[in-house]
């Protein structure tokens, strides 16, 4: 059965919350040189300090910093002006110090919020607190064996905890895509989450609607697509409730999602969770920001994706929607305001670009797909009515695939917009002549069948025929 605690009308409503883990866009880890490279060939990537050799001194990464830091900026947190590591202690074969380097008592950012928007009304998430991390290595899983890749371990990571605040798997989907969004667009993380770079664990308990009081609180493991998110919420919200129908307990524990099966599955129990034993890291002195390094890095901060989309749409008149998918990455919205500046027909370029040149455009896309000139060219030849609407498509495919002008290509194409009245009238008395039916109908009274005339003659003169001149030409000879 299928809860939707969305509708008021359900007897229960979740109790979500998320801890985020975005690795940090570095070149080299957290705590030594060695390469963050995607895809690297396992164990090259590794040294003594990332492998926990005894002996060695992790030394830390400023990049890592300032990219926690305009995290925090991105979502209105409070920064600390100190804060310190400290070792959280377990065993697991990916992790090859035995403990993991991290901050506990004192994270470099507290509070903060994420906005989301579902089903046209907006809602602020809080955050409890974004602190930084080193990322464990990677387990291979084959058959009754398990390979290690240490390449990630060492990696910077920010985790980012939000409060309770989301009450459906809706919230919870519009939450992870705007913090994705957020982080990729500013550059602190590119967020690809089939490469975990972005993973996610769920924290989701169910009560009575109206009750104040939490309920049992089960933990959703390394969830690595916003996809899952959604179908892991929904199954164990439709699990804890069923129980309580029952009348049985919700248990706290761990669960993992089986991807195939569609269901959440039991790990362990809360209660044989291992108790991490935190304490200060001694080998790395606290972090002291003073008021000129977070300006310097509050100066590194590009505007937020939000905050763009609002610009284009007051200033370029995008629709909203249009607006969302312009402010996609950072390099098509980069590219957008190129091109809207090249051109003062505005409308035009809007509905070309979202058209026809987003449509060959990614977020990892770093080279234009045609030039800023040349696409305000096309813009300007349809805006002055030189050409028609698939003309100017078509121009921007050919133009990009040429590097030519877009004008000498419409000349040289015959594309360009037939406004001649001789010409035309050729066309229309060819029209009248080849379409006997259309004719006699518009005689008998029928106004509409001059339109079967005028697409006739659009058809002939491959749609560049202008359509005003052309109909005009047609009555007149219908008139006769």
Known sequence: MRYNVADESCPYEAVIGLEVHAELKTESKIFCSCSTEFGAVPNTNVCPVCLGMPGTLPVLNRRAVDLALMCGMAFGSMINRESHFDRKNYYYPDLPKGYQITQYETPICEGGYVPITVDGREKLIELTRIHIEEDAGKLIHRGESTLINYNRAGVPLVEIVSEPDMRTPEEAKAYLESLRRTLSYIGVSDCKMNEGSLRCDVNISVRRRGCSEF??????????????????????????????????????????????????????????AIDYRYFAEPNIPPIYLTNAYIEAVERQMPKLPREVQREFCEKFGVKEEDGYLLTESRFISDYFTACAEATEYKNQCVNLFVSDVLTHLDSDSSEYYITPENLAEVCALFGEGRVVSGAAKKLIHLSAALGESPGLIAEREKMLKITDRDELKIYAENAVASCEKAVADYKKGKITAAKQLLGFVMKESGGRADPLITEEIILDLLRL
């Open 215 to 272: 309920g049992v609180k089960c933990e959703i493991k390394n969830l690595n697509s916003i996809n899952y998110v959604g179908r892991a919420l929904e199954d164990e919200i439709d699990r804890q409730i069923l129980l309580l129908e029952k009348g049985e307990a919700v248990l706290s524990e761990t669960r993992r999602f089986n991807e195939d099966t569609g269901k959440t599955e039991h790990m362990r129990y809360k209660e044989e």
